[in-house]
């Protein structure tokens, strides 16, 4: 082994050091040479290729978010069995929220699962993918001007 290659393996022995005590998203991510989240030029792309997921993609299931969520989640929706679900505008300012039923208190990404996993019944996206965070750019961009924190005494 060369002088040189001596003098480095300190280096590479803390590079590896590192990255094995990375948490498994980032070690994932910089193993892989990307972040966790897709590069886009705007939040304004974000937000429209979050629109395009919401209407079109099914998530390996049976359904799109469109499919219940009318216009967009703009108005008032329909659930296949006929039931009505409001709509989506503000949707983010209700978030985090408490659930009785559940006891527990979950995020909008969780609801967002959730409903992939239940309502379309396809597989929900890794919550630090691309498509994951597109959808909860588009859901927080129709809470525009809405008011935060309402559920909170």
Not at 14 to 30: G, K, S, Y
Not at 121 to 129: I, L, M, R, T, W
């Amino acid at each position: 082994m060369s002088n040189r290659s001596l003098r480095l393996l300190p280096f590479l022995a803390a590079a590896a050091l590192a990255v094995w005590l990375l948490p498994p998203h980032l070690a994932r991510a910089t193993s892989a040479g990307g972040s966790p989240t897709a590069e886009v030029a705007s939040m304004d792309q974000a937000v429209q290729q979050g629109a395009e997921i919401f209407a079109s993609d099914k998530f390996g299931g049976v359904r799109t978010c469109a499919t219940c969520h009318s216009n967009g989640g703009r108005t008032e929706g329909t659930l296949p069995g006929g039931g009505h679900i409001p709509s989506l505008m503000g949707v983010a300012a209700l978030f985090p929220k408490f659930v009785p039923q559940k006891h527990r208190v979950i995020t909008l990404e969780q609801q967002l699962a959730h409903c992939i996993q239940g309502g379309i019944q396809g597989k929900p996206p890794a919550s630090d993918s691309p498509e994951m965070v597109d959808l909860i750019a588009y859901l927080t961009s129709l809470s525009k001007g809405a008011v935060m924190g309402t559920q909170f005494k």
